[in-house]
């Protein structure tokens, strides 16, 4: 529901502190506080200043000076801290020009659903993220110039089946086996619980939750809305789950591959376009009902899904879980049903309301402002050039004669490819200055500087065992 700048500033009897919050680049939060009585219409107006030379990917030291204003709109009271808090998220301007920051993530989804209006073709995108993300007792890591190591636990997993837990019950969950358990075997009931009944005091539905099938790996659904709206409420969901789990004496973590042989986190997102009450993606004559509109945005996230995942599935880590041949969803195909297709049509509904397409590469680790817009992007690109995904596979993609098997190409197998691939394909991006090339630089740029260049020069445990005693 809109809210008026006044309606937000009266707010301010009701609560002490006001939290101001801004995304970065990479899609973490950044925030300040300020006492309820500074709260005005004129922060509404003039904004708030701040160093963006400190923020990741954004200013120079000598042009670091940025403002802050707040979108009324976004305001909710924190339901996790215990000191009444109000929170604004709130859009980056340049405070001589006083126009929107081309970096701001958030200002790149409004831009993204200015362009889907004016193409015509549909007046809402909608999106349903699925953010899986582990929870952990303990979580140890570190690294200098002659060690690097990481530890994590769960007391539910397989391998504390016979530790001394002061006391071990039993009832650890096995290998691959964590889908759909009931307590006692799911350890995180009352936790999922609680996190639901806190995003929902910060007005972020959730749709179900359950155990995931890795060890200590959970899921929570929430209600599919407008692009950014969708985006705002993903990051609210983040900043909740860890909260909360913190609050149980846990850890959360949105790293899509955190334990070896088991499961990752993904993060599939669900999309259609709208146009007035119709859903455009539903043909009752089409190919399990979808329209040819539909058709070619898949067409287009196919095409250009290298470079979608450069903002999608953004991290070193997020290439552990995209490999082929453990059911990940790397093949470049579309299918009902079908898991292991990168786009899958679900199939649980035959209402013409419920008819979209499910992008199945995308992990959490993703600035989801920059994520759904480069997904849009490349579904507008599809339609507005008729991109044909071919024909369908609804067969098991892993299990395809190899000569069947070598006409599907698969998403690359790491960060460093897909920026290569963002980087020899923008021109979708830039359509309608959505995107803009100093923010694609200052992306590139630093991933590859600061992940992809951070990871490659260090040494790997494993590789002690593989070649210290050759």
């Known amino acids: 529901m809109a809210k008026s700048v006044a309606e937000v500033v009266k707010l301010r009897e009701e609560v002490d502190m006001v939290d101001l919050r801004f995304t970065d680049l990479f899609g973490q939060w950044h925030h300040f506080s300020t006492p309820s009585r500074e709260l005005s219409e004129d922060m509404f107006e003039e904004g708030l200043g701040f160093d963006g030379s400190s923020i990741r990917g954004f200013q120079s030291i000598n042009e670091s000076d940025m403002i802050l204003i707040p979108d009324p709109n976004s305001a909710f009271i924190d339901p996790v801290m215990e000191t009444a808090t109000l929170v604004l998220i709130c859009e980056i301007y340049d405070p001589i020009t ?15 659903e200015e362009y889907l209006k004016s193409t015509g073709i549909a007046d809402v995108a909608y999106f349903g993220p699925e953010a899986e993300f582990f929870l952990f007792d303990n979580v140890v890591y570190g690294g200098t110039a002659n060690a ?36 006692p075997a799911d350890t995180f009931q009352e936790v999922r619980t609680q996190m639901v009944k806190t995003l929902e005091e910060a007005g972020v539905f959730a749709e179900v939750h359950h155990h995931e099938v890795g060890v200590a790996q959970n899921e929570i659904d929430i209600r599919f809305d407008a692009l950014g709206l969708t985006a705002d409420r993903l990051m609210i969901y983040k900043y909740i789950i860890k909260n909360v789990a913190r609050h149980y004496g846990l850890s959360a973590t949105f790293m899509p591959k955190p334990l070896f042989e ?78 292991s297709a990168c786009v899958r049509i679900p199939m649980y509904s035959k209402s013409p309301k419920a008819k979209r397409v499910e992008f199945r590469p995308p992990d959490p680790t993703a600035n989801p402002y920059l994520a759904f817009s480069a997904m849009l992007m490349a579904g507008l690109d599809g339609i507005q050039n008729q991109i044909d995904p071919g024909e369908p596979f609804d067969k098991d993609l892993y299990d395809l004669p190899p000569e069947e098997a070598a006409q599907i190409k698969s998403t690359p197998g790491s960060l460093g490819e897909v920026l290569d691939a963002l980087e020899a394909d923008t021109d979708f991006l ?20 600061n992940e992809v260049d951070a990871i490659n020069l260090r040494p790997h445990p494993h590789e002690f065992a593989l070649y210290y005693d050759i």
């Not at 006083?98 to 993204?112: F, G, I, L, M, S």
């Not at 504390?160 to 964590?178: M, T």
């Not at 470079?307 to 009902?336: D, H, W």
């Open 148 to 183: 690097q190591y990481y530890s994590v636990d769960s007391s539910e997993a397989w391998w504390n089946s016979g530790e001394d837990l002061d006391p071990n019950l039993g009832g650890q969950i096995p290998a691959k086996r964590g889908y759909f358990p009931t307590p």
């Open 262 to 339: 088991d499961n990752g986190s993904g993060m599939h997102v669900h999309q259609s376009l709208w146009k007035g009450d119709t859903n455009t993606f539903y043909d009752e004559n089409g190919y399990v009902q979808l329209s040819d509109t539909a058709r070619y945005y898949i067409g287009g996230l196919i095409k250009h899904a290298s470079a979608i995942l450069a903002f999608a599935a953004p991290s070193t880590n997020s290439y552990k879980r995209l490999v082929p041949g453990y059911e990940a969803p790397v093949k470049l195909a579309y299918s009902q049903r079908n898991r």
């Open 98 to 112: 006083r126009q929107p920051y081309t970096k701001d993530p958030r200002y790149v989804a409004k831009k993204a």
């Open 430 to 449: 830039l359509q309608g200055d959505v995107f803009t090339p100093d923010l694609l630089e200052s992306y590139i740029s630093y991933k590859r500087e």
